[in-house]
């Protein structure tokens, strides 16, 4: 696989960072975290998520979707399609 796995493994680790930002999001409105070390915690996700998802946002707003934030859900799209590619040029799939 070379120097194709760190980035796979890369990409694996911010997927998993947005789809727990999204889940903290959802905690943080419902009231189950409170705490301010947690809500620190989340700032720093945040930080790290934010420049990968805001493209997308621009792309398709929360106003056009109901106040529903469908960024991070197309940014994991986008990081699967990524993962996908890689594979396929580690494999061998795009030869002349």
């Known amino acids: ?3 194709i796995a760190p980035v796979l ?3 694996d680790v911010l997927w ?3 789809v727990a930002d999204v889940a903290a999001s959802w905690m943080v409105s419902f009231g189950m975290i409170r ?3 947690a ?3 989340l700032q720093v996700l945040r ?3 934010d420049p990968v998802a805001a493209p997308f ?3 398709l707003p929360p106003s056009r979707t109901g106040g529903i934030d469908l960024s991070p859900l197309m940014a994991c799209f986008a990081i699967i399609l990524v993962q996908r590619a890689l594979w396929s ?3 061998g799939g795009l030869r002349p």
Do not use: C, I
Request: net charge positive; hydrophobic share 65%.
């Open 57 to 59: 946002r621009a792309l």
């Open 16 to 18: 998993l960072m947005l």
């Open 9 to 11: 493994w890369a990409l």
């Open 35 to 37: 705490s301010p070390a």
């Open 1 to 3: 696989m070379g120097p």
């Open 89 to 91: 040029l580690a494999a």
């Open 39 to 41: 809500l620190r915690w």
């Open 47 to 49: 930080r790290v998520t």
